[in-house]
C-alpha cells in the first residue's frame, strides 16, 4: 500500500502533507477529542486536515472515515445554525476512493 502512496504524491504534485497549525490547530484537535470517540493521533490527523482547509483526508482507517465524518457533520449542523461556524468541506478518503475519484476527473477533461 505505501507503494501506492508514494505514487500518488509523485503522480500528483498538488497533493501535500500538512502540519497541525499553532494554537487554533491544538484547539481544533481538543474539541474533536471532546465531541468524538476518536483517539488522539486520528483527532491531530483529523485536526490538521480541517485547519489546513484540506478538501480530502486520505485514510485507510475505516473507523477514522466514519466518526471522522460524524463529526464533521455535526459540526456542519451548528454551523449552518450559526454564522460564526465556518462549513468544513472535508471528505475522509481511502487510497481507493481517492485513486478513483483522480481517474474520473481524468476522463472529465
Not at 41 to 48: F, G, N, T, Y
Not at 55 to 69: C, H, I, P, Q, Y
Given at each position: 500500500m505505501w507503494e501506492g502512496i508514494k505514487n500518488l504524491f509523485a503522480s500528483y504534485k498538488f497533493i501535500e502533507f500538512v502540519n497541525l497549525d499553532g494554537a487554533v490547530g491544538w484547539n481544533i484537535a481538543l474539541g474533536i477529542c471532546r465531541v468524538g470517540n476518536l483517539d488522539a493521533?486520528?483527532?491531530?490527523?483529523?485536526?490538521?486536515a480541517i485547519g489546513s482547509g484540506c478538501?480530502?483526508?486520505?485514510?485507510?482507517?475505516?473507523?477514522?472515515?466514519?466518526?471522522?465524518?460524524r463529526i464533521i457533520a455535526g459540526h456542519n449542523d451548528v454551523a449552518k445554525k450559526d454564522?460564526?461556524?465556518?462549513?468544513?468541506?472535508?471528505?475522509?478518503?481511502?487510497?481507493?476512493?481517492?485513486?478513483?475519484?483522480?481517474?474520473?476527473?481524468?476522463?472529465?477533461?
Open positions: 493521533d486520528d483527532s491531530i490527523h483529523l485536526a490538521s478538501t480530502v483526508l486520505l485514510s485507510s482507517d475505516s473507523f477514522l472515515k466514519k466518526e471522522g465524518m454564522s460564526s461556524f465556518k462549513k468544513i468541506s472535508l471528505e475522509i478518503l481511502t487510497p481507493e476512493e481517492v485513486l478513483s475519484k483522480l481517474d474520473k476527473s481524468k476522463k472529465v477533461k
